[in-house]
């Protein structure tokens, strides 16, 4: 079964520090990997995602992220966060297709210290 | 990006009122959109898969009787909860993905039960 892990419940890190967040998945074939971020009451937005081709995609806001297949993960990254980056932040997983679902992880709540 | 409008954002209902919640993709036909409740600090559990003119597919542990799902047209799914308890009090969200796109996301929907 499709399974997506985000073995970090809360990160916090400060304001111009590197950021990289962890998201392992399971799935048979090849998968559609996604990072969405939540602002607090607020729906989804995606930042990235992966399909194919290049494992190593950029996203909006700076953020990038690379898919390693050997390791199932899909990690995301961001070599210097802002104040405004404090979401909450999910990875899916999921088949290609408009009737296909996505599975969330967790999600990892960032706080960011001045 | 493609348009995903969720209305209303906020509702407060009496225990044992029902209440609609629409999603409605506003650049886009959706033959499928999903339905997700996500509970305070945690991640997007799926609902339902809401298909246009069908019935929509439930997902294990999911009562169909309390949440009701119409997808009439390919731009418009409802899902109503029926004799809402303090118990339904959660974050409803909608999506839907354009072809074999990224899933775009509504707002949201805070509902309450009081």
């Known amino acids: 079964a499709q399974s997506v892990t985000q073995p970090d419940i809360h990160i916090t890190v400060s304001e111009g520090a590197s950021l990289e967040l962890r998201c392992n998945y399971s799935?048979?074939?090849?998968?559609?990997l996604f990072w969405y971020v939540q602002s607090p009451g607020q729906g989804l937005q995606l930042l990235l995602k992966?399909?194919?081709?290049?494992?190593l995609v950029q996203g909006i806001k700076g953020f990038e992220a690379e898919f390693k297949r050997s390791q199932s993960s899909f990690n995301l990254r961001k070599p210097s966060v802002h104040w405004s980056d404090a979401a909450e932040y999910f990875c899916?997983?999921?088949?290609?297709?408009?009737?296909?679902?996505?599975?969330f992880g967790t999600g990892t709540l960032l706080a960011v210290q001045p | 990006g493609a348009v995903v409008s969720q209305h209303p954002s906020r509702v407060i209902c009496k225990s044992g009122t029902s209440v609609k919640i629409e999603c409605r993709s506003l650049?886009?036909?959706?033959?499928?959109m999903f339905w997700y409740r996500q509970f305070p600090k945690q991640s997007l559990m799926l609902m339902a898969t809401?298909?246009?003119?069908?019935?929509?597919?439930?997902e294990q542990g999911v009562e169909k009787d309390k949440f009701l799902i119409n997808h009439a047209s390919l731009t418009l799914s409802t899902l109503t909860v029926t004799s809402a308890h303090p118990e339904d009090s959660s974050f409803y969200i909608c999506?839907?993905?354009?072809?074999?796109?990224?899933?775009?996301f509504g707002q949201g929907t805070r509902l309450t039960v009081v």
């Open positions: 999506s839907a993905r354009p072809g074999s796109a990224e899933a775009f």
């Open positions: 799935y048979g074939a090849t998968p559609y």
């Open positions: 992966y399909f194919s081709g290049d494992t």
């Open positions: 899916a997983v999921g088949a290609g297709g408009a009737t296909n679902k996505l599975i």
């Open positions: 650049d886009f036909q959706a033959t499928t």
């Open positions: 809401s298909n246009e003119g069908s019935k929509a597919t439930y």
